[in-house]
């Protein structure tokens, strides 16, 4: 070949340690140029010399990406690559992402018995700092590294990453719907909101309770006459009802759930797999679809991204404070992926996952060093603190341009 390929780079023996040291700098730095470009475009978009992407806009276009794009590439390719043998190899994925919630959020613990944030943001501040992005922000790193011809990974690279990062979004959704959103409900009696207004003092009204106005309108029943008013026997949809509300099953079984369900589900049946998913399948022209909409996500969901860091923090930062602000950004970004470095690499030494497969230990170890899950905004919405959280998601997208870089220069120097 006239040009040698990064993965020869990579590794060489024989190689000087700054030319390894470039390559890496060069390999771990150019997704996330490409990503902060795209962003930038997005931002260009919706800023109010150009304002193709409004408000309204951004939320069609992050409804869209949700609803229909994201679901399609996690389908098509999830199901094309998984087998029942792989999901007994990949088991540690899952783990992954639980261990990874409570390791940040024992952190977050940590730092917010530290400094003590404003109230009532503390358990908030454990959130934001424990519950990081393990879905979309590393499909979009891994898309950018595969575009590159002498990627380490191999021609499976895209396929591969794809799948094992959409193997444990399934975790992650029902970790956000369950443990966070119990972590960020409002104090009992009252709102985020209604914390920061002005308190009013109460006014009491002297008035003549004997007076005819304060005369009840409605006089107890007579005993003898009340009716007996019989139980209503719940039926089997009031008991489905009340467990779909119970256990938020609406919120878990989101678009992207279901297509991991339905990619593992007919992924792993070799009639079904033959039947949809391979190249020569009768019912192929349906995964094909998918695929080509699938690649519409990538883009949709960084303009969608950059667009609304055009708004700023907003007021969620004078309700935080700069010291709040600051921990959470320098705990999910620097502390946090450390302590997911020691996990991966303690499980690589007990041999809990596939041996030589550097892209399933490259998907585990980013997955700690990503920015505040985008989700985790959404719930902080449901639960009135969507303010502060859009604050802190505002900045620590910002600072992950940098820390993200960094640690996968490690990361990739760990590997090769």
């Known amino acids: 070949m006239a040009e040698k390929s990064l993965m020869g780079i990579l590794m060489e023996d024989n190689s000087s340690t700054s030319a390894s040291l470039l390559a890496s700098l060069r390999f771990a730095v150019l997704p996330i140029v490409k990503v902060f470009t795209m962003c930038f475009m997005g931002f260009l978009m919706a800023s109010k010399y150009i304002n193709i992407l409004p408000p309204n806009g951004r939320k069609l276009l992050n409804g869209l990406v949700f609803s229909l794009l994201l679901p399609c590439l996690i389908f098509s390719e999830l199901g094309r690559a998984i087998t029942l043998q792989k999901i007994l190899q990949w088991w540690f994925i899952p783990v992954n992402v639980v261990l990874g919630s409570i390791s940040g959020s024992i952190i977050g613990l940590v730092v917010a018995s530290i400094i003590r944030p404003p109230y009532p943001y503390f358990k908030f501040t454990i959130i934001h700092i424990g519950i990081g992005n393990i879905g979309n922000i590393p499909l979009v790193l891994l898309a950018a590294i595969c575009r590159d011809a002498s990627n380490p990974f191999g021609d499976t690279c895209s396929q591969a990453g794809i799948a094992y990062i959409s193997f444990g979004q399934w975790v992650g959704a029902i970790i956000l719907y369950t443990y966070v959103f119990q972590m960020l409900a409002p104090p009992p009696g009252e709102t985020f909101d209604s914390i920061h207004e002005p308190k009013l003092l109460p006014t009491k009204a002297y008035e003549d309770e004997s007076s005819p ?90 303009l969608a991204l950059g667009g609304n860091l055009v708004d700023g923090p907003g007021v969620g ?100």
């Not at 304060?214 to 719940?234: G, M, N, Q, S, Y």
């Not at 759930?257 to 022209?285: C, E």
């Not at 470095?341 to 030494?349: E, F, H, R």
């Not at 940098?402 to 120097?413: D, E, H, V």
């Open 317 to 416: 930062f004078k309700r935080l404070g700069l010291k709040t602000t600051i921990a959470i950004i320098f705990a999910r970004l620097i502390l946090v992926p450390p302590a997911g470095l020691g996990i991966v690499t303690l499980a690589d030494k007990l041999n809990l996952f596939p041996k030589d497969d550097k892209m399933f230990k490259f998907v585990l170890l980013i997955q700690h060093s990503m920015p505040t899950s985008v989700l985790s905004g959404a719930v902080s919405n449901l639960r009135g603190c969507g303010k502060e959280s859009a604050t802190i998601l505002f900045w620590v997208h910002i600072f992950a341009v940098f820390s993200m870089a960094g640690w996968m220069i490690l990361f990739l120097r760990i590997l090769f």
């Open 213 to 302: 106005e304060k005369a009840p309108l409605l006089t107890p029943a007579d005993p003898e006459r009340e009716t007996v008013i019989t139980a209503k026997v719940p039926t089997l949809k009031d008991r489905w009802n009340y467990l779909v509300d119970k256990f938020k099953l609406k919120q878990i079984f989101q678009p992207p759930i279901v297509a991991s369900i339905l990619a593992i589900g007919i992924g792993v049946v070799p009639f079904l797999k033959n039947l949809v998913l391979t190249d020569d399948a009768p019912l192929f022209f349906f995964t094909d679809s998918c695929l080509i909409l699938g690649e519409a996500m990538i883009p949709c969901i960084l």
